[in-house]
């Protein structure tokens, strides 16, 4: 009578690309997943999820999930498919991969990933170990932070820098192109926590973002400007006596030659370009040097156009030159994930790449499948997991027009039919994070945490290592990686023996769910107080000699080739945005306008955006414009508009506000192209060019026109 059914619970990790990884429980009744929620005793997540995983368990059961192997029965693109088993798929795909190895040489497979899926066994770099091993083409993934990731490892080396929850103790809070209250949601009350003890929060952001509507102060640079900014406030550092001689002299290199490179920036000078008031600067520059402990946290964005690397750096010396690392909450936040002991060799297996091997780039998908960029072999076969390049990637005209070429074989694993997998030949269902194992790292915190595996897979779902699994024992693979299960290789890719582990298992993990790396507590963490930076000189590193650019593992495991790129500037500082009026005044003229494409709210990248009811919390596509821009084309709030450059275009409704500054607009990302007015999103327009360090992309360094659709 009345009796409960039993409630079975286990501990999940939240699998998005999100600096938060939030701890989860996930709760089972009757092998259905009932409810997740996040994990009351884990200090970040403290109990609460975002909304877009606040019903995550439904997610599971959304109907229109892959369920079954699918293969295509209509024209490329059509979405028209019939089931199959299996034992088919599996059989067709490999048989289809050693056909064109034969013909065209393993090089003509490519795999593409990336962090739709965080976990170390199914996320970014679940597949490298068998692509490599296959031989195909390497995939360099390179979506996010790698140009952060460049300059921080050239400027500060592999430190994870601040921890989030120190800022509790910061007295002057930058959030430097981050919209935290939409993307790092749990690291805000440690912001707001300061704030009430009397901390300053002060936001850079090209726009009015929800998190500089609520900060102390917004300061609004130019699109891609930042670098000006951050050599701006450098200089005016230096010029009024701001900076800690004693701590610059004992722990940095460069300072002469960055104080020369410095004072080529002029109040008027940086005022011009960055659109930012000279008394603003000056400012900041005290502020930041006399309020300490100061601490910046560092967003994606930055690193988002020609300059981003140069950039970084530059705003990697300010907290250098203010002596902010002596202080608990003081320093630098880029991303802890440098801390971490995870073995990446163990799970890329870069040892299995053949010498010689080529590498394409996931940001220029689209010319690699059309042809520019003249591959021999061109790519024949194609396999994409954990990411939706048709939504995300830039260029996408001309990635649909790669994805549809009749001798293009393309599989993807995936849990719905996306803007991708709409060309697809054969889809695979891929499991959800309640039905998988996994250890989930953190781009976002010191926390390491366990994702067990909750109910068996909905439909014939099976997850990325699996489906893995399977593919090396049809091409006759038998190395024992390809034997083992989610969680053994969970186990296996972690450094238990290092210092980090604090000589923990993972029975504790299977106890507490999570483990706060033993890196220093929050409230003692002091890493760079005497400098002790994991750089080559121990120091800080304005100056740099004879180095090159690379990527940093675990964006490309290829170690041999990393030191291969391009000369570095020795010194930071300022490379104006490749699509400015200053760079390309031709273009300037035909296209007036600069779009950023921010994080929408209420999707994770383009996760949610097919979900009915996230559209409707998150609202139709939008396009943030000036009174002034919005007046001179005869836009009104509400109206349609058409957004286009030479690329192609997307169409949304306007906003007209002073949430931009004129010349800038703002369209945030993750809307489906196949759901939207027309069918074009954001990055219909924007360039696969590089940003300069780590082959970054360069998504706020674009041009755009609007018109007034009728
Ligand atoms: N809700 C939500 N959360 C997310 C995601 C999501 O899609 N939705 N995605 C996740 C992922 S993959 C990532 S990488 C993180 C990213 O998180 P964030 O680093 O916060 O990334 P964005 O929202 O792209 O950009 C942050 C802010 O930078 C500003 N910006 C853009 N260009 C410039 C510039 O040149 N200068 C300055 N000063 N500001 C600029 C934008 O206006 C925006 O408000 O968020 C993660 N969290
Ligand atoms: N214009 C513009 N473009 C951007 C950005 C921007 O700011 N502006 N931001 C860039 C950034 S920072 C990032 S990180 C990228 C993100 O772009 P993507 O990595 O493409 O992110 P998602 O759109 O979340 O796509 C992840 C896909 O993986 C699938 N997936 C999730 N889990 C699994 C799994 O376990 N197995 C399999 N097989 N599939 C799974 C999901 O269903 C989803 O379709 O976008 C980039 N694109
Ligand atoms: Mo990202």
Redesign the pocket.
């Known amino acids: 009578m009345n009796e409960q059914p039993a409630r079975k619970t286990f501990f999940g990790g939240c699998p998005h690309?999100?600096?938060d990884t939030c701890a989860m429980i996930y709760e089972v009744e009757d092998g259905r997943l009932v409810e997740v929620r996040g994990n009351k005793e884990h200090p970040m997540t403290r109990g609460g999820l975002?909304v877009?995983l606040k019903d995550y368990h439904d997610h599971h059961y959304n109907p229109d999930r892959v369920l079954y192997p699918l293969r295509r029965v209509g024209p490329k693109g059509s979405r028209q498919f019939a089931r199959i088993s299996w034992d088919e798929a599996i059989a067709e795909i490999t048989a289809r991969w050693k056909d064109i190895i034969a013909k065209y040489g393993s090089q003509a497979i490519m795999p593409y990933s990336y962090?739709g899926n965080e976990g170390l066994v199914q996320g970014l770099t679940a597949g490298d170990a068998f692509f490599n091993r296959l031989g195909s083409t390497v995939n360099e993934k390179t979506f996010?932070?790698s140009g952060s990731s460049t300059a921080w490892l050239l400027t500060v080396g592999p430190t994870g820098g601040v921890d989030p929850e120190s800022f509790v103790h910061s007295r002057y809070i930058v959030i430097?192109?981050?919209?935290?209250i939409?993307?790092?949601l749990h690291h805000w009350p440690f912001v707001l926590e300061a704030q009430k003890r009397g901390a300053k929060i002060v936001v850079?952001?090209?726009?009015r973002?929800r998190t500089a509507k609520a900060a102390d102060w917004h300061i609004m640079?130019k699109?891609?400007t930042?670098g000006a900014l951050a050599m701006g406030i450098i200089a005016a550092m230096i010029e009024n006596g701001y900076v800690d001689r004693e701590w610059v002299d004992k722990c940095t290199v460069g300072y002469p030659e960055l104080a020369a490179r410095a004072a080529e920036f002029t109040p008027d000078y940086v005022e011009r370009v960055t659109g930012v008031p000279a008394a603003d600067v000056a400012r900041f520059a005290r502020e930041f040097a006399t309020t300490q402990p100061s601490v910046i946290r560092m967003?994606?964005?930055?690193e988002?156009?020609a300059g981003g690397g140069q950039t970084i750096r530059a705003v990697c010396a300010i907290p250098a030159l203010a002596g902010s690392w002596r202080h608990v909450g003081g320093g630098l936040l880029q991303m802890p994930l440098w801390e971490f002991p995870v073995d990446w060799a163990r799970v890329s297996r870069p040892d299995f790449i053949r010498p010689g091997t080529r590498v394409v780039n996931n940001l220029q998908l689209g010319r690699a499948l059309v042809g520019d960029m003249q591959l021999d072999p061109l790519i024949m076969g194609l396999y994409i997991y954990n990411t939706n390049p048709v939504s995300q990637a830039p260029e996408t005209n001309k990635i649909v027009r790669g994805l549809s070429r009749e001798d293009l074989f393309f599989v993807t694993a995936e849990h719905f039919v996306t803007d991708t997998a709409a060309y697809a030949d054969i889809v695979l269902p891929a499991t959800m994070a309640g039905e998988h194992d996994d250890m989930m790292f953190s781009w976002g915190h010191f926390y390491l945490t366990i994702n067990e595996k909750a109910i068996e897979p909905c439909g014939e779902a099976k997850s990325n290592a699996q489906i893995f699994r399977l593919f090396a024992a049809a091409m006759g693979f038998d190395d024992t990686q390809f034997k083992m299960s989610d969680m053994e290789l969970a186990e296996h890719y972690v450094q238990w023996a290092a210092p980090q582990m604090a000589g923990i298992d993972m029975e504790y993990f299977r106890r507490h769910g999570y483990f706060h790396l033993a890196v220093g507590t929050p409230d003692d963490r002091l890493p760079h107080a005497e400098g002790k930076f994991p750089t080559p000189s121990g120091k800080v590193e304005f100056l740099v000699k004879d180095a090159k650019n690379f990527v940093a593992p675990p964006f490309r495991m290829m170690y041999e080739a990393m030191q291969s790129g391009e000369d570095v500037d020795p010194l930071p500082g300022y490379v104006p945005p490749r699509e400015s009026a200053a760079s390309n005044p031709e273009l300037a003229k035909r296209y007036p306008l600069n779009v950023?494409s921010?994080?929408?709210?209420g999707?994770?990248?383009s996760c949610y955006a097919n979900e009915p009811h996230k559209i409707r919390g998150q609202g139709e596509q939008f396009v943030l414009m000036s009174p002034t821009d919005a007046a001179a084309r005869g836009v009104r709030e509400g109206d349609p508009v058409r957004v286009f450059n030479d690329r192609g275009d997307f169409e949304g409704l306007a906003r007209v506000t002073d949430d931009v500054r004129d010349g800038v607009i703002?369209a945030t990302?993750?809307y489906w192209r196949s759901l939207n007015r027309s069918d074009g999103s954001v990055n219909s327009i924007s360039s696969a060019e590089f940003c300069g360090l780590g082959r970054a992309p360069t998504f706020?360094d674009n041009l755009v026109q609007v018109v007034r659709v009728n």
Do not use: M, Q
């Open positions: 690309d999100c600096p975002c877009k962090l996010c932070a430097w192109a981050c919209n935290s939409s993307t790092n850079i952001d090209s726009y973002s640079p699109p891609g930042d967003g994606v964005a930055l988002r156009h950023i921010p994080k929408s709210h999707f994770l990248n703002v990302l993750g706020s």
